[in-house]
């Protein structure tokens, strides 16, 4: 129902930022849970954060714990990741995903997601 594109991506040093958006479609953006995952080549899909329909609460993986915040922004449909501090392990295609639930497993199995974004930081 809903269709999610992301942008913002680059190619960025360590230690510096990018800002993360992903647009939804649809009426309903308000009605849905909102999560960022990321890819790195050769891995599998991995949780880094997520936020409740109202943006009242945010869930972050330990790895991006303290230099990813997630916003959303239901009156422009988006979703944003802004990510500080970056690492190059940050390296990897980020995803946002939409699901009904608030839990890092409905997102993952959402099947809502966009098309991805690169990410790559540099040493």
């Known amino acids: 129902q809903v269709q999610l594109v992301e942008s913002g991506g680059g190619l960025v040093q360590a230690g510096g930022s990018l800002r993360l958006s992903c647009a939804a479609s649809g009426r309903t953006f308000s009605s849905y849970a909102m999560g960022w995952f990321r890819q790195a080549p050769g891995k599998e899909r991995e949780f880094a954060a997520a936020?409740?329909?109202?943006?009242?609460?945010?869930s972050y993986a330990d790895s991006v714990k303290g230099r990813f915040t997630i916003s959303r922004d239901n009156n422009k449909n988006t979703v944003y990741l802004q990510m500080n501090s970056l690492k190059p392990e940050d390296t990897a295609v980020y995803y946002c995903?939409?699901?009904?639930?608030?839990?890092?497993?409905?997102?993952?199995?959402?099947?809502?997601w966009g098309q991805g974004t690169q990410v790559t930081v540099s040493s």
């Open positions: 995903a939409a699901s009904s639930a608030y839990s890092r497993t409905a997102l993952y199995n959402s099947d809502y």
């Open positions: 936020i409740t329909r109202s943006g009242g609460s945010t």
